[in-house]
């Protein structure tokens, strides 16, 4: 499908995961977990530098059937691959093993084990994954699968006490940290675990605390374009880590904690310190944390109409050319969706995630989404675009 229309919900894939799970291990599942997938509304590449992001879980989840096993080993298949099921003793489990998507439960288990959240005496388990996040679209699908595994393994090894929301997007993170070898932040996992029906979430990712503000955008008669462009983006390899790490040294340099710690007024004292490069990385960050705050006040403030909508608009559009420009994590593909968008009638456009390919969103009047959505499709035939709502995050289904 890739005409603009609403969304699955949880229930068609959490049965499909419970068939692939009778299927491939022969008995009935224990049960059925799920977490989304995210857009990031605003604030991108802030959060490993301990800024501000405003995030929302979508209606697009992975499912995991599960039940426990007694030999010790943790049994992975999908229905998006060839049904064939991988075996990891749990006594292998270490950083990289085994490769593909199943370092990423593996790598979820190991954390859960490292933290004593599963017991010593945790016996292993079967699960079997079916998913509606979109694989490398930048849409957080490697976060949906590791949040919906965390919650499953804490489950059927009775250790839910042990597994707070909190402890879940941790460990989580640090999973495709060290696990997968990502050096992601935590937006995606705490997105996809405190998603919050109709609520965007606006984290400090310094002290973790997050506030969840309405964002009904059908009664501003607006709704949210996802326009995924079909260019695979792949964190690990791209030039994320690059970033991350440019701009650790940028804070060493200018003797703060995290580039959250500057404001504007220090941008100056940036370009002096730092070469041209590394000081527009700062810049976008500054200005980044500076746009995620003035668009919380705005929705502080109620509905986005008038005035209100188009200060939003211009916020999304201003980071868009901030990420292409001084972050320079764009690509083609998204600047001309963010700009055919734009010229249709969009209020507001951006790139959303790590970048280097993936989706972009695009806030648009409701009366205005076929002419968008087609516009789009004319300039990238091979765009995928869907309506976004705000969703629930991980969660039991059955
Ligand atoms: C990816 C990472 C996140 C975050 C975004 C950029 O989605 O996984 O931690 O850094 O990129 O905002």
Same mark, same amino acid.
């Given at each position: 499908?890739?005409?603009?229309?609403? #969304?699955?919900?949880?229930?068609?894939?959490?049965?499909?995961?419970?068939?692939?799970? %009778?299927?491939?291990?022969?008995?009935?599942?224990?049960?059925?977990?799920?977490?989304?997938?995210?857009?990031?509304?605003?604030?991108?590449?802030?959060?490993?530098?301990?800024?501000?992001?405003?995030?929302?879980? @979508?209606?697009? !989840?992975?499912?995991?059937?599960?039940?426990?096993?007694?030999?010790?080993?943790?049994?992975?298949?999908?229905?998006?691959?060839?049904?064939?099921?991988?075996?990891?003793?749990?006594?292998?489990?270490?950083?990289?093993?085994?490769?593909?998507?199943?370092? !990423?439960?593996?790598?979820?288990?190991?954390?859960?084990?490292?933290?004593?959240?599963?017991?010593?005496?945790?016996?292993?388990?079967?699960?079997?994954? &079916?998913?509606?996040?979109? @694989?490398? &679209?930048?849409?957080?699908?490697?976060?949906?699968? %590791?949040?919906?595994?965390?919650?499953?393994?804490?489950?059927?090894?009775?250790?839910?006490?042990?597994?707070?929301?909190? $402890?879940? &997007?941790?460990?989580? +993170?640090?999973?495709?940290?060290?696990?997968?070898?990502?050096?992601?932040?935590?937006?995606? +996992?705490?997105?996809?675990?405190?998603?919050?029906?109709?609520?965007?979430?606006?984290?400090?990712?310094?002290?973790? %605390?997050?506030?969840?503000?309405?964002?009904?955008?059908?009664?501003? $008669?607006?709704?949210?374009? #996802?326009?995924?462009?079909?260019?695979?983006?792949?964190?690990? $390899?791209?030039?994320?880590?690059?970033?991350?790490?440019?701009?650790?040294?940028?804070?060493?340099?200018?003797?703060? +904690?995290?580039?959250? *710690?500057?404001?504007?007024?220090?941008?100056?004292?940036?370009?002096? +310190?730092? *070469?041209?490069?590394?000081?527009?990385?700062?810049?976008?960050?500054?200005?980044?944390?500076?746009?995620?705050?003035?668009?919380?006040?705005?929705?502080?403030?109620?509905?986005?109409?008038?005035?209100?909508?188009?200060?939003?608009? %211009?916020?999304?559009?201003?980071?868009?050319?901030?990420?292409?420009?001084?972050?320079?994590?764009?690509?083609?593909?998204?600047?001309?969706?963010? *700009?055919?968008?734009?010229?249709?009638?969009?209020?507001?456009?951006?790139?959303?995630?790590?970048?280097?390919?993936?989706?972009?969103?695009?806030?648009?009047?409701?009366?205005?989404?076929?002419?968008?959505?087609?516009? #789009?499709?004319?300039?990238?035939?091979?765009?995928?675009?869907?309506?976004?709502?705000?969703?629930?995050?991980?969660?039991?289904?059955?």
């Amino acid at each position: 499908m890739n005409t603009a229309g609403t #969304v699955g919900t949880v229930g068609p894939i959490a049965a499909e995961a419970a068939r692939l799970f %009778e299927s491939a291990y022969g008995r009935t599942a224990g049960g059925v977990w799920a977490a989304p997938g995210r857009v990031n509304v605003i604030g991108e590449h802030t959060d490993y530098n301990e800024g501000f992001v405003l995030p929302m879980a @979508i209606d697009r !989840y992975t499912a995991v059937a599960a039940a426990p096993r007694t030999d010790g080993l943790l049994c992975v298949v999908s229905a998006a691959g060839d049904h064939r099921v991988t075996e990891i003793a749990l006594s292998d489990l270490a950083p990289r093993v085994p490769h593909g998507w199943p370092a !990423y439960p593996a790598g979820v288990a190991w954390a859960l084990r490292g933290a004593g959240v599963l017991p010593s005496r945790f016996g292993g388990a079967d699960l079997a994954f &079916a998913s509606t996040v979109p @694989i490398g &679209a930048g849409l957080s699908s490697s976060a949906a699968l %590791e949040c919906s595994t965390g919650m499953a393994l804490a489950a059927i090894a009775d250790a839910e006490v042990r597994l707070s929301p909190a $402890e879940l &997007a941790r460990l989580s +993170q640090y999973a495709e940290n060290v696990y997968a070898g990502v050096p992601c932040g935590p937006l995606d +996992q705490l997105s996809s675990v405190f998603g919050a029906e109709g609520g965007v979430l606006f984290i400090d990712t310094r002290s973790l %605390e997050i506030a969840v503000h309405p964002f009904d955008l059908a009664v501003a $008669e607006l709704t949210l374009l #996802v326009i995924d462009t079909g260019v695979s983006h792949d964190l690990g $390899e791209s030039g994320y880590p690059a970033r991350r790490a440019s701009c650790e040294k940028a804070a060493a340099v200018l003797g703060v +904690q995290a580039l959250r *710690d500057l404001t504007t007024a220090d941008l100056d004292r940036a370009a002096a +310190q730092l *070469d041209e490069t590394t000081a527009r990385r700062v810049r976008h960050v500054v200005t980044e944390n500076e746009r995620v705050e003035r668009f919380v006040s705005l929705l502080k403030l109620g509905e986005l109409t008038g005035p209100r909508l188009n200060a939003a608009g %211009e916020l999304l559009t201003a980071s868009h050319a901030s990420l292409r420009d001084d972050f320079e994590v764009s690509c083609d593909e998204l600047d001309v969706v963010v *700009d055919t968008a734009l010229r249709a009638g969009a209020h507001g456009a951006r790139m959303t995630g790590g970048g280097f390919g993936g989706s972009a969103i695009a806030l648009v009047s409701l009366d205005r989404a076929e002419r968008v959505t087609a516009s #789009v499709l004319d300039a990238l035939p091979e765009a995928e675009i869907f309506q976004a709502v705000p969703a629930r995050g991980a969660h039991r289904v059955a």
